[in-house]
């Protein structure tokens, strides 16, 4: 069992940066590849980015590559994602996750992304 816990959101303005964090409870953080989504209102959850258990591979969706960027510290259980250049248009809920298959991260199974633990969320806000 993983409990997940986001933090780090908050009002921005336009071209400003955050970094949230996802603090890890339980066993086998280090087994766990693990994820960031977000979910604005009115839509549907997108996926961000995705790290592998090791740390060694990183994948982003297009409209994060070059200006987010995800980290994991193992030693602390914790997961982080550096948001540089926000938008407006990125203001939304944000979401880790974790589960044994990055490929569940990086791709939704029938328009879903079924995977083993969610946190609860951390609202970034970018202000015009």
């Known amino acids: 069992q993983v409990q997940l816990a986001e933090s780090g959101g908050g009002l921005v303005q336009d071209g400003g940066s955050l970094r949230l964090s996802c603090a890890a409870s339980?066993?086998?953080?280090?087994?766990?590849?693990m994820g960031w989504f977000r979910q604005a209102p009115g839509k549907e959850r997108e996926y961000v980015a995705a790290?592998?258990?090791?740390?060694?591979?990183?994948y982003y969706a297009d409209f994060a590559q070059g200006r987010f960027s995800i980290s994991r510290d193992d030693a602390i259980n914790t997961l982080y994602l550096q948001l540089n250049s926000l938008k407006p248009g990125d203001t939304a809920v944000y979401y880790c996750?974790?589960?044994?298959?990055?490929?569940?991260?990086?791709?939704?199974?029938?328009?879903?992304?079924?995977?083993?633990?969610w946190g609860k969320g951390t609202l970034v806000t970018v202000s015009s």
């Open positions: 790290i592998s258990w090791s740390g060694s591979s990183t």
């Open positions: 339980g066993r086998s953080f280090n087994t766990y590849a």
């Open positions: 996750a974790a589960d044994l298959d990055i490929l569940k991260i990086v791709t939704p199974t029938s328009g879903h992304y079924d995977l083993n633990y």
